[in-house]
């Protein structure tokens, strides 16, 4: 109570914050009042201005008035010239008002501004990107896809190129160095994916050219920010390449099994639901329920199902059960009317699992084949026999092994069959386009072209779909939006739809949340929330309404959840013969022509949720059947005018264009954006949600409450119900998915910042490597940093086996013939590492004698940042399969989180020494030709050839890519791969080689004792 009294005496935070701002925006006016005495040079010529003040020591916030009311001012100047803006002649109309300056106040300040749609935000962040692009660092503008980057990038590039600015657009497909010019530009445009993937491509190159980010990440603004930073936050952007195996055609093999599978299970609930039918008509509710349950495990979007379920007696038996099941008392009743299934299925979780009577039916023969083996028995059996030697034992443990890893793969790969089948929808979750899956955003319908399905669910629904399966892939560098984006010194964004995710902007991102008023009072007549028993009668009203509005020529914007659903209504609307257009994922690359024609007289436009976002909706003449100098005024809704109100005029003389949403989607947010699509700048119009309880976001997060309360009032087929506090009831539901959805991203972020802080480390040593022009520094780093942990661990094991086995790790990783009795006066570790270093030194400085100066810089990068580049991208499919186990531990009362920071700390560490080792066994294994290191060999002293050759020659650990080699192998050099794929090369004679074969056994030991090779060195 006292809360309110305050809010009303003193106004909200955001009406304080705002009064705050007024001070100043009477200041650029003034300003740009004084422009407007000034010649176009003049005005031009403060930009130069401005950057001699910025290197005199001001700050960016003293120039902002002045700044601001420049850019003002251009747009003033620009008024009546026309343009050409992706290929339309476009006529400048635009000077901002003062709701607009109060925005990019809020964006220069690292704010997110909220401002309705058709506010002008475009426009908006021309005067903060101006701003701080004086300081020649660089401002991203971001947006959702490559068209708005475009059109933004040319539109208000007018004014940043007018004041003396230059303006870049990332778009897809750019080779190297016309993305590196775009970046030197003052301001560029581009849309997130392709900031964040230049971020991942410039961490993964080989040469300082390929790097096309050199300036850093100084100031970002979003555009539709709450898409972005949220929706998409999702999912990480990931840099992939083919996997080493792919398990596709095991999917192939398994997908007829399963699908007849799947056949069985959908005989199987047809019989249960004809048999609970049978028993509600009985009266017989209680054996009933339990038919339904299983149903409801094993197909919950089961037709019929949904039908019964229409009744709202057979729905609260079916919740009531369901609350049952999940308590102690008759979780063992639940668990065996599981198995009587072929396999269950969480639709909330979007999973599947197979019982046993799934395994028997898939192979009758031999049912254990997708049972799991117990492998710590298995394992605990074989150490237990003493009748096996070291040797069988050791066979028999990786034969067990090896069975478990195939067994588990075949489990893996039903399980993601199933849900393909079951979980995963056509035209809903995916689309089928040129013989490719392509999934498409449940946030914005749009299709994502590049975008996998991870752990084997792509490869499974594309079985399904009988096309052509990809190869699998591995994750060469990943980051998610949100690491990638906080890294940005200044962060701001703007969107019509921010304060009901402002918590989360606020923890994820320190982003505060700004309400800008609008330019004009908002005249939008939204309706109570629509509420059917059944789709069916939804969609009967739906098409009444639509036809309604065709009829008077009012114009339509349909939103739907899905593909399936936008061409349901298309479907239904021809066979009425009301034309119309369809805007989904199909058919995207008309999106901004579609929305741009929606406010038509009498156009009917279905789009799928956020499509056309960016893109205004005009209306067409006649369209708004109020005064014009009404929709000018200050007018609002409850305002009286014609009779009681403004709002009861327009509900009994609907005009302007008609927003209607065929079913609540699972985000509030998704919601106001579809509602925020009309009534624009002041014009009119209404908005209007019809709901079913057979939606999706009903049957699983909506209560009982609408089903009780339809019943009680005894609603009857086609009859709707509406209410105020119905809609409340809506929002709660969308609330608890919100706060789930919320917490899941919070979880992902909180693991991967984990990851992050590793990445950063990981990064900044390439970057080093990359812009040194002495890299061969950092090798040394790296060597002396592995020697001393093997002199530390000699030092305190202090045994001859450990000095033996010390002299046997030097010699096989450096060419430096070490004697073991060269070490035994050494007693101090830092000593002994300065002593092997000298010799390693020693024996470079010699090497490096041979090599081709020209090549010499881009080997010993090479050596580095292959050694960095393999490990980590195998620590990387390491800590996938760690993040996907770890959350099993909750079971042991430990929390995840910090078992996942502990484990990825340990292996981290690991992987460190594993790259100083790799660089250390490959500084003498990497030469710029064949040539080079036959002369080094040569060149050595004569007392180290043999231990050397041996060295070379049989490695000294498991390395892949560059194995030992002597001048006697006659071995296949490799060019370094410095070039990305498309690339250019350099020329053959500085291109460094890797010598990649050993010695034969049976061939002449290259060190000239006329031996062969396995009686001499090769022993």
Known sequence: MLN???????????????????????????????????????????????????????????????AFAVVKNACRRLCGRSFDVCG??????MVPFDVQLIGAIVLHQGRIAEMATG??????????????????EGVHVVTVNDYLARRDAQWMGIIYEWLGLTVGCLQNQMRPEERRAQYECDVTYGTNSEFGFDYLRDNTAFQPEDIVQRRGHHYAIIDEIDSILIDEARTPLIISGPAPHSSGQQYQQLNPAVARLVRRQRELCTRLLKEARSLLEKGDDETAQLKLYQVRCGMPKNKQLLHIMEDARARKLVEQVEAQMLTDMRKDEARDLREELFFNIDEKGHDASLTEKGCAALNPDDPEMYVMPDLVSELAEVDSDESLDEAARLEKRQAIQQHFTERSERIHAVDQLIRAHCVYERDVNYVVQENRVQIVDEFTGRVMPGRRWSDGLHMAVEAKENVKIERETQTLASITIQNYFRMYDKLSGMTGTAETEAEEFHQIYGL?????????????VDSNDMIYRTQREKFNALLQQIEACHNRKQPVLVGTISVETSELISRMLRRRNIPHNVLNAKNHQREAEIVANAGQPGAVTIATNMAGRGTDIKLGEGVVQIPRDVVTSDLKLEDKYDGPSLRKYLEEHPCGLCVIGSSRHESRRIDRQLRGRCARQGDPGMSFFYVSLEDDLMRLFGSDRMSRIMERLGI??????EHPWLNKSLQTAQKRVEQHNFAIRKRTLEFDDVMNKQREVIYELRRSVLFSDEPRNQIFDLVTDAVSDHVQALIDENTAAAREDFIRWVNESFPVGMQSGEIESYEDAEALTDFVMKRVRRAYEIKILQENPDALLRLERHIILSAVDEHWQEYLRSMDGLREGVNLRAYGQRDPLMEYKKEAYGMFSELMDRIKQDVGHNLFRSATSVEAIEQFLHNLPQ????????????????????????PGARPAPEPLPDEPPGGGGTSASAAPHIVTEKVGRNEPCPCGSGKKYKKCCGK
């Open 4 to 66: 309110l009294i305050m809010k009303k005496m003193l106004g909200t935070k955001n009406e304080r914050d705002l009064r705050k701002l007024r001070p100043l925006i009477d200041e650029i006016n003034a300003h740009e009042e004084k422009l407007q005495s000034l010649t176009d040079a003049e005005v031009q010529a403060k930009t130069d201005e401005f950057r001699r003040r910025l290197d005199g020591g001001e700050t960016v916030d003293d120039l902002m008035s002045e």
């Open 512 to 524: 505060d949340v700004a309400v800008i008023p609008t330019h004009r009072p908002c005249r939008r």
């Open 716 to 721: 009857e087929e086609g009859e709707v119900l």
């Open 88 to 93: 339309r002649e476009t006529e400048w109309a």
């Open 943 to 966: 007392m180290y050839v043999h231990q050397q050759s041996q060295a070379l020659g049989s490695g000294g650990g498991d390395d892949r890519r560059t194995g030992g080699g002597s």
């Open 119 to 136: 506010e002008g935000k475009t426009l908006v962040a021309t005067m903060p990107v101006y701003l701080n692009a004086l300081r020649g």
